[in-house]
């Protein structure tokens, strides 16, 4: 399905695309989220798209799948991004929601859970940081991940067993079981 859009798009066809802005976005949204304060993810999104568009014609399938393509202009977009802003803020765990939908409680031990395993991931080294949020929080395959990171599949693996390792050990140290999660 998506092959199919993807030469729709490359002959022009805006709704094509539209389409798969539509099926990607959310998981390069998850993707970049996890790597930069969420005030700026949606530029880069937006810029990941505006890449993708301009540079489609240069999409060939026999190289990777549109998807690590996809992910790579991300990826690159991301790197851009940290090379130009160097400082990060931290999230204040103590952020009240005041909707009235909002079970105020719950929101809390959640947002506090939520801001403790960002901040987890966020100590991570670069390469463990890419692995965990590529394979947990977009679902990606260890062949897939390799493609974006241009390693190799075994690489992966111990890249995924190390940063775990690493994860669990920094969540520990918040405070947070594995039961938890």
Known sequence: MIDELVLQA???DKDAFGKIYDHFFEQIYRYVFFRVNQDEVEDIVEATFIKAWVNLEKYEK?????SSW????????????HRSHRKIEQIDENIK?????AEPKKLAE?????GKVRDAVNE???PYRQVVTLKFLNGLSNAEIAEILG?????????QFRALKELKKQLEEKGISSEAL
């Open 70 to 81: 996809l992910y790579k202009i991300a990826h690159n977009a991301t790197i851009d991004h």
């Open 97 to 101: 929601d005041e909707s009235e939908e």
């Open 124 to 126: 991570l080294k670069e």
């Open 10 to 12: 490359q002959a022009g």
């Open 151 to 159: 390693e190799r599949e075994g690489n992966i693996r111990v890249l």
């Open 62 to 66: 026999r190289d990777f799948s549109f």
């Open 110 to 114: 959640q947002g506090i859970l939520s």
